[in-house]
């Protein structure tokens, strides 16, 4: 990985997006006044208008199959480039006096929205950054804006340096659609585990290494306009003005994405040309068997940018999670390429040049009042353990408070328990199995991604729902009664805790019995 991050950063050309968050501290929200973002333009455009496609050419599906071949008619119709004059969205609330400016509305997970008034060029980096100044929330890099296309079932992020206001220009008249503000913290993550996204079987490489994959270099080769990267596999594709869905090999190159007519070949008069992606957009479809009859739920579809209509949407399916978001990965690194790697790095570049530290924080030192006199705590590496302590001896006090006087009972320390852990972002109380696969997969199905919840068949215990290899499992959290005391435990009573809030951090440090440690929360905030 190391290796791979060296590469990185000698092809990186430094620059920064537009930052106007910080204007909106205030309350106001207007910005008129305040100069566009310095975008940092793509190295070596994947398509110009005039320029030769690399790989291979495009394939009308017209050509003759010689006899006794077995083809395969085309589940789509013959490419033509979209020629659809745009629509301006009535979803936007109406303009203000200022040209400059304009009102935009927020959902959230909860479908609570908030409309903000923002500059006309703002990027989907500056929205995130405004709701979180706004919200108080912790800014992990993780906050997203997503397009949500309700009357079509699909939604995509929207990379930070989009503009927002073109994506809303794409929008129809009567077209049901929002902008989404929410956690994803698989955005980024191909970046630190390539080869997590990408498995050796769907990837192959054209270059003087005889098409043999390097793993140091495999998302540079993406970035990398010189090489010529290649998804192939087999995806189910819905035929236009059908119903029935249709299994076929696709080849995903430089110069667009392709499906053989012939079994696996890729030979250029097998390959029928589908679409590529500087006018188009890739989505994730949210109920692919419900509203579309998909074979399987992991389904996405390439769409158009200035259309809004069910059939120019092309419709595929994958067998797996894995393969559908190597799919989907693979197409957002051809379409952005290394302005891709500029959003990954621009946040963490900035903390370490301007950490933002106010006055009255340098001025903080640390204490430790856990004895009869407070004392200031010189050395550093005693800061976390005093703190620690501290926190461990708050939670006796009020287990103690709220037990009474005396040995608390079972249900007593039952209470304590509860009211310490109800106000934790990562609990989700009473949440249903398939609501916390929801929200998991919704903020990214990456390894240790995780929430807590009640029970639904059994009101005593909980439940830790954690996110593995892009699979989701359930973990019963089982109270302990030892003694009149009560705890909790993963394993049968082996490792107990005498609250949520000690499991929780225990497994944050340590795998234990859980396939990997717990990373990331799972969070909601009400707008």
Same mark, same amino acid.
């Given at each position: 990985?190391?290796?791979?991050?060296?590469?990185?950063?000698?092809?990186?050309?430094?620059?920064?997006?537009?930052?106007?968050?910080?204007?909106?501290?205030?309350?106001?929200?207007?910005?008129?006044?305040?100069?566009?973002?310095?975008?940092?333009?793509?190295?070596?455009?994947?398509?110009?208008?005039?320029?030769?496609?690399?790989?291979?050419?495009?394939?009308?599906?017209?050509?003759?199959?010689?006899?006794?071949?077995?083809?395969?008619?085309?589940?789509?119709?013959?490419?033509?480039?979209?020629?659809?004059?745009?629509?301006?969205? #009535?979803?936007?609330?109406?303009?203000?006096?200022?040209?400059?400016?304009?009102?935009?509305?927020?959902?959230?997970?909860?479908?609570?929205?908030?409309?903000?008034?923002?500059?006309?060029?703002?990027?989907?980096?500056?929205?995130?950054?405004?709701? $979180?100044?706004?919200?108080?929330?912790?800014?992990?890099?993780?906050?997203?804006?997503?397009?949500?296309?309700?009357?079509?079932?699909?939604?995509?992020?929207?990379?930070?340096?989009?503009?927002?206001?073109?994506?809303?220009?794409?929008?129809?008249?009567?077209?049901?659609?929002?902008?989404?503000?929410?956690?994803?913290?698989?955005?980024?993550?191909?970046?630190? &585990?390539?080869?997590?996204?990408?498995?050796?079987?769907?990837?192959?490489?054209?270059?003087?290494?005889?098409?043999?994959?390097?793993?140091?270099?495999?998302?540079?080769?993406?970035?990398?306009?010189?090489?010529?990267? #290649?998804?192939?596999?087999?995806?189910?594709?819905?035929?236009?003005?059908?119903?029935?869905?249709?299994?076929?090999?696709? $080849?995903?190159?430089?110069?667009?994405?392709?499906?053989?007519? &012939?079994?696996?070949?890729?030979?250029?008069?097998?390959?029928?040309?589908?679409?590529?992606?500087?006018?188009?957009? $890739?989505?994730?479809?949210?109920?692919?068997?419900?509203?579309?009859?998909?074979?399987?739920?992991?389904?996405?579809?390439?769409?158009?940018?200035?259309?809004?209509?069910?059939?120019?949407?092309?419709?595929?399916?994958?067998?797996?999670?894995?393969?559908?978001?190597?799919?989907?990965?693979?197409?957002?690194?051809?379409?952005?390429?290394?302005?891709?790697?500029?959003?990954?790095?621009?946040?963490?570049?900035?903390?370490?040049?301007?950490?933002?530290?106010?006055?009255?924080?340098?001025?903080?030192?640390?204490?430790?009042?856990?004895?009869?006199?407070?004392?200031?705590?010189?050395?550093?590496?005693?800061?976390?353990?005093?703190?620690?302590?501290?926190?461990?001896?708050?939670?006796?006090?009020?287990?103690?408070?709220?037990?009474?006087?005396?040995?608390?009972?079972?249900?007593?320390?039952?209470?304590?328990?509860?009211?310490?852990?109800?106000?934790?972002?990562?609990?989700?109380?009473?949440?249903?199995?398939?609501?916390?696969?929801?929200?998991?997969?919704?903020?990214?199905?990456?390894?240790?991604?995780?929430?807590?919840?009640?029970?639904?068949?059994?009101?005593?215990?909980?439940?830790?729902?954690?996110?593995?290899?892009?699979?989701?499992?359930?973990?019963?959290?089982?109270? $302990?009664?030892?003694?009149?005391?009560?705890?909790?435990?993963?394993?049968?009573?082996?490792?107990?805790?005498?609250?949520?809030?000690?499991?929780?951090?225990?497994?944050?440090?340590?795998?234990?019995?859980?396939?990997?440690?717990?990373?990331?929360?799972?969070?909601?905030?009400?707008?």
């Amino acid at each position: 990985m190391s290796d791979m991050n060296n590469t990185l950063d000698e092809i990186h050309t430094p620059g920064c997006l537009g930052e106007k968050a910080e204007i909106f501290q205030s309350g106001r929200g207007n910005a008129s006044g305040f100069p566009g973002p310095a975008l940092i333009p793509l190295q070596a455009p994947l398509l110009q208008p005039n320029a030769q496609k690399i790989g291979t050419p495009l394939c009308t599906g017209n050509r003759s199959i010689k006899e006794g071949e077995e083809s395969y008619p085309s589940p789509f119709p013959e490419f033509i480039p979209s020629t659809i004059t745009p629509l301006v969205s #009535e979803c936007l609330l109406p303009r203000t006096k200022s040209s400059a400016t304009q009102v935009i509305k927020v959902y959230n997970e909860d479908n609570t929205s908030r409309a903000v008034e923002v500059p006309s060029d703002i990027t989907a980096r500056d929205v995130c950054q405004l709701f $979180v100044l706004k919200n108080h929330c912790i800014d992990d890099h993780s906050w997203t804006l997503f397009e949500h296309l309700s009357h079509l079932g699909i939604e995509r992020t929207i990379e930070d340096h989009e503009s927002v206001m073109e994506v809303l220009s794409g929008w129809g008249v009567d077209a049901d659609c929002r902008l989404y503000f929410r956690k994803n913290f698989a955005k980024y993550e191909f970046f630190r &585990k390539p080869l997590d996204f990408f498995p050796d079987h769907m990837v192959s490489i054209s270059s003087e290494a005889n098409g043999m994959v390097d793993h140091s270099q495999l998302i540079q080769t993406f970035l990398n306009s010189s090489t010529c990267p #290649e998804i192939h596999g087999h995806l189910h594709a819905k035929e236009q003005s059908r119903k029935s869905w249709k299994k076929f090999y696709f $080849v995903l190159r430089r110069s667009g994405l392709y499906f053989s007519n &012939k079994g696996t070949s890729k030979e250029p008069r097998h390959l029928q040309f589908i679409a590529d992606f500087s006018d188009s957009d $890739v989505f994730t479809m949210l109920s692919a068997k419900k509203l579309h009859g998909a074979p399987t739920d992991y389904g996405f579809c390439v769409k158009p940018t200035k259309c809004s209509s069910a059939r120019d949407l092309k419709l595929l399916c994958a067998d797996d999670e894995q393969t559908r978001t190597c799919w989907i990965t693979a197409m957002r690194l051809l379409k952005y390429g290394m302005q891709l790697y500029q959003n990954f790095i621009q946040p963490h570049q900035k903390q370490k040049a301007s950490p933002m530290r106010s006055i009255s924080e340098n001025s903080l030192v640390a204490m430790d009042f856990s004895g009869q006199k407070s004392r200031v705590i010189e050395n550093p590496s005693e800061v976390m353990s005093v703190a620690v302590e501290e926190g461990l001896s708050w939670r006796r006090k009020s287990c103690h408070r709220l037990s009474g006087h005396g040995s608390p009972s079972t249900s007593q320390n039952s209470l304590s328990n509860i009211a310490l852990h109800l106000a934790q972002c990562w609990f989700h109380s009473k949440l249903s199995r398939d609501e916390a696969q929801r929200l998991i997969t919704q903020q990214g199905l990456i390894d240790g991604v995780f929430l807590l919840r009640d029970s639904q068949s059994n009101p005593k215990t909980f439940v830790l729902s954690l996110c593995h290899m892009q699979k989701i499992k359930h973990f019963q959290i089982l109270p $302990v009664d030892d003694e009149g005391e009560l705890f909790y435990s993963l394993d049968d009573g082996h490792t107990r805790f005498t609250d949520l809030i000690q499991l929780v951090e225990f497994y944050q440090l340590n795998r234990g019995v859980l396939p990997c440690k717990l990373k990331h929360h799972c969070a909601r905030i009400t707008l």
